[in-house]
Structure formats: C-alpha cells, structure tokens
Nanobody, 114 residues
Framework: QLVESGGGLVQAGGSLRLSCAASGSIFRFTAMGWYRQAPGKQRELVARISYGGTTSYADSVKGRFTISRENARNTMYLQMNSLKPEDTGVYYC??????????WGQGTQVTVSS
C-alpha cells in the first residue's frame, strides 16, 4: 500500500514537501518514483530514486525538486522548491515503469497559484 501526503495550495515560488509511506514489500530493494498527473494530461514520472539513492529528474523539475528516501522507514520524500503553476497536479508515488507496479494510492493534490 502506498500513501501520499503533504500536498496543498501554495503561491508560485513557494515550497512543499511530499511524503510517501509504503507498506508491504514494494519499497524493499526497489527503485521508487514520484509521478504527477496534471489536469487533462497523462501521468508522468518526474523524479526517481534507486534503492541506493541514485536520483534522476525530468527536465521540467530539475534543479527545483529533490527526491530522497529513508529505507528503514519505508518512506520517500519529494522536496519541491520554486514551485510554478505548471507544477499543479496530483502527485503519486510508485515504482518506475520498468518495475512491477503497486496499486496506485490516492495521491496528494498540489495546487500552485500564480
């Protein structure tokens, strides 16, 4: 089970920190990622992190978002700084596309006002 939290309404330029709590075996020894689904658009992977901590980012968030994880707590984070209106969407955590996918959680809504 995946449970996302930490979303909210923020002005452009602001910051939010998202959390993903995982139960079961999905988090163990597996890369994880944060996805974003903007209104009317497909879900996209914006950041990913290997079990050992290697990270990569979509160009749209590079330099502004930081993904991290605490393996002992089965928890992953997304620090989002310098937010833009185009960052608005529902954020989900799950494994990257090439791995076995867990059932999607409810996600957490992020709304950035201009």
């Amino acid at each position: 089970q995946l449970v996302e939290s930490g979303g909210g309404l923020v002005q452009a330029g602001g910051s939010l920190r998202l959390s993903c709590a995982a139960s079961g075996s999905i988090f163990r020894f597996t890369a994880m990622g944060w996805y974003r689904q903007a209104p009317g658009k497909q879900r996209e992977l914006v950041a990913r992190i290997s079990y050992g901590g290697t990270t990569s980012y979509a160009d749209s968030v590079k330099g502004r978002f930081t993904i991290s994880r605490e393996n002992a707590r089965n928890t992953m984070y997304l620090q989002m700084n310098s937010l833009k209106p185009e960052d608005t969407g529902v954020y989900y955590c799950n494994t990257p596309p090439e791995f076995t996918r867990a059932p999607w959680g409810q996600g957490t809504q992020v709304t950035v006002s201009s």
